[in-house]
């Protein structure tokens, strides 16, 4: 049977091929889980200090080729130039924070309810930690799942979508850590099942029909599992909010990196009297994104997905207001797009496309914009625009999203608290922040009793 290739292209210049490697297949993740199950409890043993300082390496290694890798990720996955150099920066962050893991403290004691001893409780990790990371932030997302897992004295095995093949390999290859400690297998459907059948613990970040596949298995093996899925995410504009502020946040969060982020706006809820000049605003802001802000979409289906989902709108009787068209040029690339009008029942205001575009509503008051926002099946991120403390709050009690942003866009998340969202958009632990060090770890209650005999 012959060998598939895995193929990478770049999304500006379709003509470019980054890289291709063959897939390796279901047996050679079997064998690398075993091969990384042998060598988990060298890692561990090893302690603290070399966990430690193996992290902080890496950190180190991102920093010393931040040109280069901000480079890579321009060309494999279209991310803007000023984004990809920021994902770097994030990336060395991330392993930096989770470097200072390995001392911190692994349980507490206890006295016991009667007589001498003592009560402990210890985290200790699973073993091999599997992890299935997307294309569209190929060094921030495999760190934020690796980092914790291998702290705690997990080794990983880590598949990247194909689309960013090369980005997973050069961070492999830079951390430089001992063999089989963290491995890279590119690879598509047939070994990301792989790695969820023999894993002990598994991460994992795309699509929804693909998240709650691999939630069942996982689930069927019994062993833990954590998902983050689609997210339809809202922002709320008040009438009291900085109108130009709040359309140049909002247009960063449609546009930004062509809205291929989980934490991407997908709906402007305008309240009340904000509705005619927060439209003025955003057409105005939407229209002068150019290609440093929003760039290509990861490929021809994704532009076509895009581009057939505005059509069928339009023809529903959704009216665009600004974008809607793919630019003449080499690339895929497509207009940032704010649609008004559009049907509830159309895709567009159910669904997550992963693209630069949004649809406008109108609610004729708070508790309205919180309904509206709140009524998708899966939120991640919401934005809340007021000047109104008591807004602002009354917004964070009320809606049901995993992240609530207040003067802020969507589209921004802190490495260092827990990040997830509510109903379809995720399952299990959350991710980041000492979250993470929990999920790749299972608490343990030790009991220390005296052996007999006089002390």
Same mark, same amino acid.
């Given at each position: ?27 050679? /993740? ?46 494999? /996955?279209?991310?803007?130039?000023? *984004? ?60 934020? $799942? ?64 693909? &998240? ?9 093996? &019994? ?37 291929? $982020? ?21 057409? $105005? ?40 068209? /793919? ?24 669904? *997550? ?59 921004? /998340? ?42």
């Amino acid at each position: 049977m012959p060998a598939v290739t895995i193929t990478s292209y770049n999304p500006a210049d379709p003509d470019d091929l980054v890289i291709a490697v063959e897939e390796p297949g279901a047996e050679a /993740v079997r064998a690398a889980v075993g091969r990384a199950r042998a060598a988990q409890p060298g890692w561990l043993a090893a302690g603290a200090g070399v966990r430690s300082a193996a992290l902080g390496r890496i950190a180190d290694a991102v920093d010393a080729n931040a040109r280069e890798l901000a480079a890579l990720i321009v060309r494999e /996955v279209g991310k803007p130039l000023a *984004e990809a150099q920021g994902e770097v920066a994030r990336t060395a962050a991330i392993w930096r924070y989770y470097a200072q893991a390995p001392y911190a403290p692994a349980g507490t004691v206890h006295d016991t309810a009667a007589g001498p001893g003592l009560l402990l409780t210890r985290r200790r990790p699973y073993g091999v930690a599997g992890l299935i990371a997307p294309w569209n932030f190929p060094l921030a997302i495999p760190s934020w $799942k690796a980092a914790p897992a291998l702290a705690v004295g997990n080794t990983a095995v880590l598949k990247p979508a194909p689309e960013a093949t090369a980005c997973a390999l050069r961070l492999a290859e830079l951390a430089g850590l001992p063999a089989d400690v963290l491995t890279v297998l590119p690879g598509g459907a047939e070994e990301g099942a792989a790695l969820v059948d023999t894993a002990d613990v598994v991460s994992f970040t795309g699509s929804t029909g693909v &998240g709650r596949a691999v939630v069942r298995a996982a689930t069927e093996r &019994g062993i833990p599992v954590q998902a983050e899925l689609g997210g339809l995410n809202a922002a709320l504009v008040l009438p009291d909010a900085d109108i130009a502020t709040a359309a140049a946040h909002i247009a960063a969060a449609i546009a930004g990196y062509a809205g291929q $982020k989980c934490t991407a706006t997908s709906r402007v809820i305008a309240v009340g009297a904000a509705y005619e000049p927060l439209r003025e605003a955003l057409v $105005k802001a939407l229209a002068a994104v150019d290609d440093t802000v929003c760039g290509p979409v990861v490929g021809s289906g994704a532009r076509d997905r895009l581009t057939d989902a505005v059509g069928s709108a339009v023809e529903a009787g959704a009216n665009v207001l600004t974008g809607g068209g /793919v630019p003449e040029r080499a690339g895929w690339y497509v207009e940032p797009t704010l649609l008004a009008d559009v049907p509830a029942e159309h895709p567009l205001a159910r669904e *997550e496309f992963f693209g630069p575009i949004a649809v406008l509503h109108a609610a004729a008051d708070l508790d309205e914009a919180i309904t509206l926002a709140n009524d998708t099946p899966h939120s991640l991120s919401t934005s809340v625009h007021t000047r109104s403390l008591d807004v602002a709050l009354a917004a964070a009690d009320r809606l049901d999203a995993g992240m609530i942003r207040v003067n802020a866009p969507s589209s921004g /998340v802190d490495f260092h608290l827990p990040f997830g969202g509510t109903k379809g958009a995720s399952h299990g632990d959350r991710e980041q922040g000492q979250a993470a060090l929990d999920f790749y770890t299972v608490s343990r209650t030790v009991s220390v009793l005296p052996g007999g005999g006089a002390l």
